[in-house]
């Protein structure tokens, strides 16, 4: 058993990764929302599948990415938006709403109860009341609206947002809107007789001008609401929404393609025709692979990507790990350790698969916005953990790993709620080098950081209130930590210097004294401290401790509080949910080190043999002390 | 004594302090941009020797904390005096100065760029040009002989000239001024916009008819104060008291738009408050501004500007283009893309004249091969020891 043990957990692993990866089926009677998922359409300045629009709008809509229903059924986001694209009536009944705020309901009349999801048929009686209420906060700056005015605005939002999806494929009240198109086509060419007519000066049928009138404004409107850009120019370098083609086609008097495929499949959607709208979507796609055969491709892949959700599956098993490598202090060391890092490095690989598939999408460096920071971080974090757990053995680097990797994805996971997390970068960041070369330093800057103080919160932990941590562990924690620092100073230096070199290249100034500069040099300043208060003999090995612990205080203020200031080029809006989580990361770590500062006769592993700790403290590592200044 | 100082100003000890100091001003002064804006915050926190409470304007005010420049000019001396005492070469100390020659370029050059780096703005509407940049936060007081049609002559008071002196005479001006009131900052008003019996103190130009309230200084990010100044002019060799021969009291100020004209000696003068001009001996003209958005989105992909430099003295005639990421460098300035207005049709172009713009760069590399070297050194001592241990 101890041998097989590590084994079996992996292929576990293993197998639960499988059942989950694989392709989703499609029942024979059910429309094939697979094929209709993968066809790319254009929102935010990015080619991507429906089903990546229908995942972040119900995200930005609903705060999840599946919808529960009044019956209890569970359907998927791409169900949702082929509901809402061509079953408007259907989708109306949905309850998609987020609302919480007791004011926010008391403006419609409601209690606040245990629903917090409502219908657009729910709300439709006081749409004009929440357009108005959320215009006013809006002309606010997001620091000064109240938590109801941010509600109400957000609301307002999601409100347009469906409101937009609906008319984005075709007017919301179109019933056979193939047919209405055949309508418009026949209407498009005496049209164009007359109106070449009337400009001539000659007599012309004012009938004919009057019927196409009234279709182009239909079709003008929607081409204003549009929020998807459905039909792509032959070149692809343009896209256009089906609204505008339509609109266009006065002068091409020829309907296109795309817009007459998406009517068709619209049609038999409402219907409930699944044969017809099986082979239409096949068809569209076919088009889409023959016409846009890189985007297909890219889209294709976007939607295995979504449909895979490698980082939530790696969290899953870094807990594991994590629990497994703490497992392995009480007992059963071997087995427990090992199944640990197998698991972790099971978990690194399906944690890179994301990260480089998001590379891929994207055609970018890995960290371009605070989400893929937070991917990045315990990316790096995670590697150099799994080298300290392959060079030391005992289960601390495993246990680092496994901690940080799940915590960073589930930041990474929270911060994900406003939308694409793939989107399209603001033009000063709109360079690869930089990104490549100062973004990533100062991220595994970051990374180094929380692993020193993660090593550090075991060291304290286990020392004070277990009997785990005995000398050799205390040493080897202290080693890790050490070096650690080591390596966050070197790559948080460079990369803050990156910056400064980059500003100087973009703004002509070194240093702005921007927040974020400002939270980069705070880390450099305070890793500075750490290794000369060591080099100069003013710490010991429980000092260290307690300084990297402050690390984690002072990174975290880099990484997330100077972006809640709401001031300068790095500030990517105010991020009022998280605020309480940072101060209660803040305040947990100094209680840490108020802990860590107790008397060492207090601590429950030093507790027994006192003397034997303190020549330790007094000899800690003199051989590490590095030939300093001194 | 002299040993004592030695010793405190070479410690670790005071190397720990400043870079706490360091730390703490840091921090503070960056919750404070919250409230000042980053410029402001900047000139009370970094570009000073101290931090002032309450900050001016007060009756009085005391330094609570070190500030920027001396926290930065202690640092740099215990640096350097820390490495000239005990400075002894080994190959194993290779990591330890180079590190610390890299910081000590660093900081030096970060103390240069704050007292000799210049930045102003040129701001190019489609097809204008120009040659010269201008300095929105700073004032001058230009004094124009336009009697020649082809050349004028311009005499510029900076704004701190006109705040602290009473009387103002130049060799190229017939006449002297006197500041008869300054404001740093302030509101103007109609005289007759609520009849107070407030009297102007101009009685020349649009001045006579307006009232200046003086106003606390502007610290919002976007805010700025509205130089305002009442000059009286003085004909050379007339006494200060003969009213007689004064020609009058003018109201110059940021508010106030056009020129004001006068005329003395056959020459004719005009009066203007505006952003201090740095004149460059070559001209810019803005051909075409771009602003490229990612289609169906208000992101904005790329700013650029096609403009024409023309340098005589140089025989330089050729069209650049500035877009993000990419300035121009012309004679020891730098031209980068700042910013656009609203229309999309002016363009406005940040100039950084900054003398020691390498020190960065060579800082850079220095201390990263520094640390480099240094972890380096210890990473394989480490491993080297670790594998005796296991063996």
């Known amino acids: ?630 | 004594m002299l040993r004592k100082l030695v010793n405190l100003i070479t410690s670790l000890k005071l190397t720990m302090a400043c870079l706490a100091a360091a730390m703490a001003l840091i921090f503070a002064g960056t919750i404070a941009q919250v409230h000042l804006g980053i410029w402001e915050a900047q000139q009370r926190y970094f570009q000073s020797l101290f931090v002032w409470w309450p900050p001016e304007g007060h009756g009085f005010r005391i330094p609570i904390f070190p500030g920027g420049h001396l926290i930065g000019g202690i640092l740099l001396i215990n640096l350097i005096a820390a490495h000239a005492k005990r400075f002894h070469w080994a190959w194993r100390k290779l990591g330890i100065h180079l590190t610390h020659a890299g910081l000590i370029i660093m900081l030096a050059g970060g103390l240069f760029t704050d007292l000799f780096a210049v930045e102003s703005h040129m701001r190019l509407g489609s097809g204008e040009t120009r040659n010269y940049s201008e300095d929105p936060r700073r004032m001058e007081l230009a004094v124009i002989d336009t009697t020649d049609a082809e050349l004028d002559q311009v005499t510029a008071i900076p704004e701190a000239v006109l705040r602290q002196s009473r009387t103002i005479e130049h060799q190229s001006l017939p006449f002297r001024i006197v500041v008869r009131n300054f404001y740093q900052n302030s509101r103007l008003r109609m005289v007759n916009e609520n009849g107070s019996n407030i009297k102007p103190i101009a009685n020349q130009g649009p001045g006579a008819q307006v009232v200046v309230d003086s106003a606390p200084r502007a610290t919002g990010v976007n805010e700025r104060d509205v130089v305002t100044a009442a000059i009286e002019i003085i004909p050379t060799g007339a006494a200060d008291s003969a009213a007689d021969r004064s020609l009058g009291t003018w109201l110059v100020s940021d508010a106030l738009g056009a020129p004001q004209t006068f005329s003395w000696a056959d020459h004719t003068w005009q009066l203007v408050m505006r952003p201090a001009r740095y004149y460059k001996p070559y001209s810019v003209t803005l051909q075409k501004f771009t602003h490229e958005r990612y289609i169906g989105t208000e992101i904005p992909k790329n700013f650029a500007s096609q403009i024409t430099l023309i340098d005589p003295e140089q025989a330089v005639n050729r069209n650049v283009l500035i877009y993000m990421n990419h300035p121009l460098r012309y004679r020891g300035e730098t031209y980068y893309q700042a910013g656009f207005e609203k229309d999309d049709k002016t363009s406005i172009l940040q100039v950084v004249r900054n003398p020691s713009f390498v020190a960065p760069y060579i800082a850079c590399i220095v201390v990263a091969a520094g640390l480099l070297v240094q972890f380096g050194y210890h990473l394989v001592g480490f491993s080297r020891r670790r594998r005796t241990v296991l063996a």
């Not at chain 1, 657009?120 to 109801?148: C, M, N, T, W």
């Not at chain 1, 019927?211 to 929607?222: G, L």
């Not at chain 1, 409402?270 to 297909?296: C, I, M, Y």
Request: proline letters at 4%; glycine letters at 8%.
């Open chain 1, 1 to 630: 058993m101890k041998r097989f043990f590590p084994l079996l957990a992996l292929v576990l692993a293993l197998a639960w990764l499988a059942t989950s990866w694989l392709p989703p089926k499609v029942a024979q009677d059910e429309p094939d929302l697979v094929t209709f998922g993968k066809i790319p359409v254009l929102v935010g300045g990015r080619v991507k599948p429906l089903d990546t629009v229908a995942r972040n709008s119900l995200l930005i809509i609903h705060g999840k990415e599946t919808l529960r229903l009044a019956n209890a059924d569970q359907i998927t986001a791409i169900h949702w938006l082929a509901d809402l694209l061509f079953k408007a009536e259907t989708a109306d009944e949905y309850p998609v709403f987020v609302i919480q705020n007791a004011e926010v309901l008391g403006l419609f009349g409601w209690e606040q109860s245990d629903r917090k999801y409502f219908s657009f048929a729910e709300l439709s009686p006081f749409l004009k009341q929440i357009d108005e209420q959320g215009e006013q906060s809006d002309k606010l700056e997001s620091v000064q609206r109240s938590a109801y005015q941010s509600a109400v605005l957000n609301l307002r939002n999601a409100l347009i947002l469906c409101q937009r999806l609906k008319n984005s494929l075709r007017p919301q009240d179109a019933h056979d809107f193939s047919k209405e198109l055949e309508t418009y086509a026949a209407a498009l060419p005496p049209a164009a007789h007359a109106a070449g007519q009337r400009e001539k000066g000659e007599n012309f049928d004012k009938a004919q001008l009057d019927s196409a009138a009234a279709f182009i404004e239909r079709y003008e409107n929607i081409a204003n609401m549009a929020y998807i850009l459905a039909v792509p120019s032959p070149q692809g370098s343009q896209w256009h929404s089906i609204g505008e083609t339509l609109v266009e086609a006065v002068r091409t008097v020829d309907i296109h393609p795309v817009v007459k495929a998406y009517a068709q499949i619209g049609d038999a959607y409402h219907v409930g025709d699944q044969r017809a709208f099986n082979q239409q979507a096949a068809q569209l796609r076919d088009w889409f692979s023959k016409e846009q055969p890189n985007a297909t491709k890219r889209t294709s892949f976007e939607f295995l990507f979504n449909h895979v959700d490698p980082f939530t599956h790696s969290m899953v098993l870094y807990v594991l790990a994590f629990l497994l490598a703490c497992g392995s202090w009480l007992g059963w060391t071997r087995p427990l350790n090992r199944a640990a890092f197998y698991l972790l490095l099971l978990a690194l690989a399906v944690h890179t698969f994301g990260l480089v598939s998001r590379m891929y999408l994207q055609e970018r460096p890995p960290v371009t916005n605070l989400y893929s920071s937070a991917i990045f971080i315990g990316w790096g974090a995670v590697i150099v953990a799994l080298i300290l757990e392959r060079i030391f053995r005992d289960g601390i680097g495993a246990a680092c790993a496994g901690a940080i990797g799940f915590i960073t994805l589930i930041i990474a996971h929270h911060l994900a709620g406003s939308g694409d997390t793939l989107e399209m970068l603001q033009a000063v960041l709109d360079t690869n080098i930089w990104l490549a070369t100062h973004v990533v330093a100062i991220t595994t800057g970051y990374s180094a950081m929380f692993l020193a103080g993660m090593l550090a919160m075991i060291y304290i932990i286990r020392g004070v209130f277990t009997r785990s941590l005995k000398k050799e562990t205390a040493d080897s924690l202290s080693r890790m930590t050490y070096g650690v620092v080591c390596f966050a100073t070197l790559f948080s230096f460079v990369g803050t210097v990156l910056g400064g070199i980059w500003a100087d290249q973009s703004w002509g100034r070194f240093w702005g004294w921007d927040p974020k500069e400002n939270g980069a040099v705070l880390i450099v300043l305070w890793c500075a401290i750490i290794l000369h208060a060591r080099w100069g003999g003013f710490i010991k090995q429980r000092g260290l401790m307690i300084m990297a612990i402050f690390g984690n205080v002072v990174t975290s203020f880099s990484w997330f509080g100077v972006n809640m200031l709401g001031v300068g080029l790095h500030s990517y809006g105010f991020m009022q949910k998280a605020f309480p989580w940072l101060v209660g990361f803040i305040v947990s770590q100094l209680a840490l080190m108020v802990l860590a500062a107790m008397p060492l006769e207090r601590w429950r592993s030093f507790r027994m043999a006192p003397g034997a700790v303190r020549r330790k403290d007094q000899s800690s590592n003199l051989k590490f002390v590095p030939p300093g200044l001194a």
